[in-house]
């Protein structure tokens, strides 16, 4: 009979080489994100099969998210910066539309699954997954459907939409970033990093959304756009390290308990989720018909995927970065800012005491 602490104890180690392999070979098929959703599928397989193989520690998940906001930040020019500022106004009305768009669908799932109206509002609103559920327990909704819809959401997310936008990208998808000749030497990686790092600490502590990722990715587009230090391309193997760590840490979410317990909620979810990724990719090629926009860029910025998922994909169509991470800020922002008011307005149910 197996020995189920020596079963228990060798888990990460097969998580670890499941993880890589199907990355690797994800990879080698020309799947935009290969490493990445390797990591999310096989991760996400054990952990709802036999339970949750390890917790990744939160030191990880941010060195990720540092080396991907550092290879972002590094792309970006004052130009950039500017044609950002222009797309605000846009922005803010496309937010705007996709949380009423939220709203209705709600309303729809709060009858056909079966959980009370707070539960499948906070659920379907494109905020992050711990910031929902926390605003939801004022309204005892249930973060357990809450989480487990988020998560559905982001994987769901970033499974479709980066292979939906390349088809509209001419870049050539793939792990490497940028030509040899580009790559940055020990020296130059090392400074960008360390005030990647700096901005990461600095966004934790003023509690931005995303912190690790905005703070680093505002640090570094900041010093870069003035020219202060060297730019060019984050070696590819940094890269891989840094969507497998944020592969795995999506992966890693779903749980068996919370699929065994939430039948009927992640099965109507399914189809809800997915009507709602269609209809922001439709306000996106709206807006890209509109605006002479790249369908690409808008696309990702329209998702209600994790911005470092979105970025990162951006990244590797060769998408606008500066304005997917600019979407997915102020959606961030304003939906963390209005959730409640708009939960009240529509609703008129005040917090539970």
Known sequence: MANPTLSRASMPLATTVATLSLGYWLDGLGVPLGWMLGAMLA??????????????????????????????????????????????????????????????????????????RSTAFFSLLPGGVVEMANL????DANQSVISALHALRVGMIVLMLPATAALFSHVEVSSSIGSPAGMLGPGPLLVALCIGSLGGAIGHLLKLPAAWLLGALIAVAGVSSTGLIDTGSVPSIWIIAAQWLIGLSLGLRFTRQTIIALPRALIVGIPVQCALVLASAIVALILSRLFDASPTTLILSTAGGGMAEMTLAGKLLGANVALIAGFHTLRALAVNLLAIPIWKWIFQVPAAT
């Open 43 to 116: 991760s996400g397989t054990m952990s709802a099969i036999m339970g949750a193989p390890f917790k990744l520690p939160p030191a990880l998940q941010r060195a990720g998210l540092v080396v991907l906001s550092t290879s972002t930040g590094l792309t970006v020019t004052a130009a950039a910066v500017e044609t950002l500022w222009q797309w605000i106004p846009t922005i803010l009305a496309t937010i705007v539309v996709l949380v009423m768009i939220s709203t209705f669908a709600a309303m729809f799932y709060a009858k056909a699954a079966g959980v009370d």
């Open 136 to 139: 939801g327990q004022r309204y």
